[in-house]
């Protein structure tokens, strides 16, 4: 899938996924599917899809990506795409 916002193209076949959750299969309002992305040139993105709706949401960096996930992601998956964070 591809998106032109502002100006720039996000596109979810050549980015690297780096981050997919799915609660299960599109059939009712309570799906949500979230998708981190970064594209070739560093910039990262988020896809999703709830049962509703379809966004897309640039990230302004890699800090506004870590920002956004520390709700989003689990300890783990979290230090997996970003590094260990010291305690």
Same mark, same amino acid.
């Given at each position: 899938? $591809? $998106?032109?916002? +502002? &100006? ?6 050549? /980015?690297? =996924? =780096?981050?997919?959750? #799915? #609660? &299960? %299969?599109?059939?009712? #309002?309570?799906? +949500? =599917?979230?998708? *981190?992305?970064k594209k070739n040139t560093g +910039?990262?993105?988020?896809? &999703?899809?709830? &049962? ?5 949401? %640039?990230? @302004?960096?890699? =800090? @506004? /990506?870590?920002?956004?996930? *520390?709700? $989003?992601?689990?300890?783990?998956a979290y230090e997996k795409i ?6």
């Open positions: 899938m $591809k $998106k032109i916002i +502002e &100006g720039k193209k996000y596109d979810t076949e050549t /980015a690297e =996924l =780096l981050f997919e959750y #799915n #609660n &299960g %299969p599109e059939i009712d #309002n309570y799906y +949500e =599917l979230f998708c *981190l992305y +910039e990262y993105f988020i896809y &999703g899809k709830t &049962g509703v709706d379809e966004y897309w949401r %640039p990230l @302004a960096d890699e =800090l @506004a /990506a870590q920002e956004y996930c *520390l709700s $989003k992601l689990s300890v783990d970003f590094g260990e964070v010291v305690e």
